[in-house]
């Protein structure tokens, strides 16, 4: 029973069931571009590179959160080469590894990944429209279960980019003069939805403090807006994240707050080892 | 009318076809009659795009009085005269052709000693209509703009800028324009968003030198990172849906819309033999099933695929001349070079950066609130909407191997009446008396139910 409530205790198995449900949704029902080697390729290539990383700073190997990162990359990114697919898999760890200030990452894993891959192939891209509007609600309603149950850890980021967001596209509707069946579809994107409740929410890249985050939250929903509606890309949002992303520590430093880490008595078999408290907690 | 309109299409298919000579020598002969009256109240828009360049090519079959014939589009920029063209088409009908669902016949061979020929079809295509409104002068002070004003071939072109929605409303109906009730607020949401208004109406003078019945399509060139189709005028006061389709043209692979789920059509289904002599039925049906599922409407990707060949064709490629002439830009000029390009059965060259993508769009204002917004991927992987039909061997079978065959085939036909009903909506009591009236393709009688026939009955076949 204490393994069942170790399991039920870190948010990242949560997180890691929500998201292997959409990518199965997404290859066997929305039958989504996405040959299954495509996914072995990403979850090999992010285990590996965390694997290595581990290794390099002598941290105990944890596949939990590049199983994440994995996931959220077949969930978003498309590509024409199981390579691209590799590629942005050990981008995106590897920037968890690299791109570090004062201990904490700057970049979301999944969104460095992402975006540099598919900027910079065109046999890589990212395909907002893919999600009908039928999973939307379950989409939201993973999403805003995390947050009543708990296991988001930053659900006021989740919360206020979405609202700001919303603002945002409502706003230009009413000086457009549009009718609101335009916003409500423009924020029924699946897209929008598993970046809000599963991407800018990861603990690790948002500032530490609530109130910094709120700001924060603003300006990805702000800047996303703009590169959307005002530069035609269809990315904003996922643009503006890895924009926004090295003024976190900025923030860090001017409005402090309580740095998030992932909770440590993780795997069950491993409870009462004394020598776990001292390690460098897993990423 | 109905018969007229009919006629008329089947006049414009058979131009496009005459353009494709070689047609049907690769692929074995059309099997499914080509009905280009399907899908009423339809609109072809080609639209090729690489980076910000655009050359959109809308073709519309308005048959009524010229004089009542105009259009109001939204365009992202302001559009001077060597940046429109007027257009052939045969160009979309052959383009439209080339990217239509498809019918493939298999033969089975007589299972003692089996070999398979593939035989391939043509099928259908699609009518246009254009947004109609109408035309007549010209009056300012409204605080609109006319930006350009210019003639190409039988038409009268306009680019308006304006400050104001009412103004705009008012300087079109002052020039004759019929603009529904309702529009108002959509051209207000269009100027705030800094679009211009291509107007066109026809000119009767040059309409009267040029000939002809057709209005000819308008081709459209111009940059901007706007990569959409504005849909939301049309909806104003249609009734119902309405079916638009698209023929992307791009260097790097499929366009797909970015503000609603593309979806791929059903494809690769085995279908009983009587679907042969209905396919423009079927197809239509089958179409509205599937929109149906999605609640009455959506974006389908029909065809994707390299435009240097195909497999099985129902129409020839286009040549590069052909291309270049619809605006696919980064084309090299081989006019040099002989003839067309014969259709082919594999990527052997890639002489041409083309790839299409052709989706049928069904649409009304409740369900598309927002206009369609397209992105070019990467994807480059071949679609196409394909539809198998399978003859059984009927003739006689003498060996073990037969009561096996006939088993199989039976179930294969029970399967095929199965998704045939699922794809379509028919009942499958509809299904299976169509299979019984037609001469054939029916089930095959398993050798022991068969009136046993010994050699002598053979040699007076026709006594009693």
């Not at chain 2, 090519?57 to 429109?84: C, H, L, R, S, W």
Request: charge should be neutral; hydrophobic fraction near 45%.
């Amino acid at each position: 029973m204490e393994g069942l409530a170790a399991f039920r205790h870190d948010p990242r198995h949560y997180q890691i069931i929500v998201l292997s449900s959409l990518v199965l949704i997404g290859v066997f029902y929305y039958a989504f571009q996405l040959p299954w080697w495509h996914v072995v390729g990403v979850m090999i290539g992010a285990q590996a590179t965390q694997f290595i990383g581990d290794r390099a700073v002598g941290r105990r190997y944890d596949p939990r959160s590049p199983l994440i990162s994995a996931l959220s990359l077949t969930i978003l990114l498309r590509t024409g080469s199981i390579w691209l697919s590799i590629a942005a898999a050990i981008l995106a760890i590897g920037s968890k590894c690299l791109i570090r200030v004062k201990g904490k990452h700057i970049f979301n894993p999944a969104n460095f990944g992402l975006v540099i891959i598919s900027l910079l192939f065109t046999g890589a891209w990212i395909s907002p429209g893919q999600w009908g509007a039928a999973p939307i609600f379950a989409i939201a309603l993973a999403g805003m279960g995390g947050i009543v149950t708990g296991k988001a850890k930053r659900w006021d980021v989740s919360l206020a980019f979405l609202g700001f967001y919303a603002a945002l596209v409502f706003g230009r509707a009413i000086w457009l003069g549009d009718p609101f069946a335009i916003p409500v579809h423009q924020l029924q994107s699946g897209a929008l939805l598993i970046f809000t409740f599963f991407m800018i929410s990861d603990p690790k890249t948002t500032p530490d403090a609530r109130m910094a985050r709120i700001i924060y939250a603003a300006l990805v929903a702000l800047i996303g807006f703009t590169i959307q509606f005002g530069f035609y890309n269809s990315a904003g949002i996922i643009m503006a994240l890895i924009l926004t992303a090295p003024i976190v520590p900025l923030f860090d430093k001017f409005i402090q707050g309580q740095r998030y880490s992932w909770p440590k008595f993780s795997l069950p078999k491993s409870k009462g080892v004394s020598h776990e408290t001292v390690q460098i907690p897993a990423e | 009318m109905k018969l007229s309109k009919y006629l008329l299409s089947s006049a414009l298919i058979a131009t496009s076809l005459s353009l494709a000579p070689s047609a049907g020598a690769f692929c074995g002969f059309y099997v499914a009659k080509a009905d280009t009256d399907l899908f009423n109240q339809s609109s072809k828009v080609a639209l090729v795009r690489d980076g910000d360049r655009t050359v959109i090519t809308m073709a519309n079959d308005y048959i009524g009085d010229p004089t009542e014939f105009a259009m109001v589009i939204p365009v992202p920029t302001v559009i001077k005269k060597e940046q429109v063209h007027i257009s052939d088409a045969s160009l979309l009908d052959h383009l439209d052709a080339y990217t239509a669902p498809r019918l493939v016949e298999y033969f089975d061979d007589n299972p003692c000693e089996r070999i398979m020929y593939e035989m391939a079809a043509r099928s259908m295509s699609s009518v246009a209509d254009e947004i109609v409104v109408t035309g007549a002068k010209r009056d300012k002070q409204l605080k609109v703009t006319v930006l350009e004003s210019f003639s190409v071939g039988e038409y009268d072109i306009q680019i308006l800028s304006a400050e104001e929605s009412d103004g705009l409303q008012i300087w079109l109906e002052e020039n004759g324009y019929k603009i529904p009730a309702g529009a108002t607020k959509i051209l207000g949401s269009y100027i705030k968003q800094d679009m211009k208004f291509f107007v066109a109406k026809v000119n009767l003078e040059r309409k009267a030198k040029e000939g002809g019945e057709m209005l000819r399509p308008i081709a459209v060139a111009y940059e901007s990172p706007k990569f959409m189709l504005p849909i939301r005028l049309g909806t104003v006061n249609a009734n119902g849906t309405q079916d638009l389709f698209v023929y992307a043209l791009t260097k790097d692979g499929k366009v797909e819309t970015t503000n609603y789920r593309t979806h791929k059509i059903p494809s690769d289904k085995e279908l009983p033999i009587f679907v042969k002599d209905e396919f423009g039925d079927f197809y239509k049906d089958m179409y509205k099933t599937s929109a149906e599922r999605e609640g009455g409407h959506g974006v389908f990707m029909e065809y994707a695929w390299d435009m240097n060949w195909c497999d099985p064709c129902a129409a020839d490629p286009l040549s590069n001349d052909q291309l270049r002439e619809l605006g696919v830009f980064w084309l090299e000029d081989d006019s040099g070079k002989p003839g067309i390009m014969p259709r082919r059965r594999g990527p052997k060259s890639l002489a041409k950066d083309v790839f299409v993508t052709r989706l049928h769009v069904r649409y009304d204002a409740k369900s598309f609130p927002e206009d369609l917004k397209f992105k070019t991927t990467g994807d480059n992987t071949n679609f196409q909407g394909r539809y198998i039909l399978r003859h059984a061997f009927e003739g006689e079978m003498n060996c073990p191997e037969a009561e096996d065959y006939i088993t199989r085939v039976n179930k294969r036909k029970e399967t095929e009446i199965k998704t045939l009903a699922n794809l379509t909506g028919w009942s499958r009591g509809y299904i299976r008396d169509k299979i019984k009236a037609g001469e054939k393709g029916g089930f095959l009688i398993p050798v022991k139910d068969k009136p046993k026939t010994d050699w002598w009955n053979k040699i007076w076949p026709g006594d009693d």
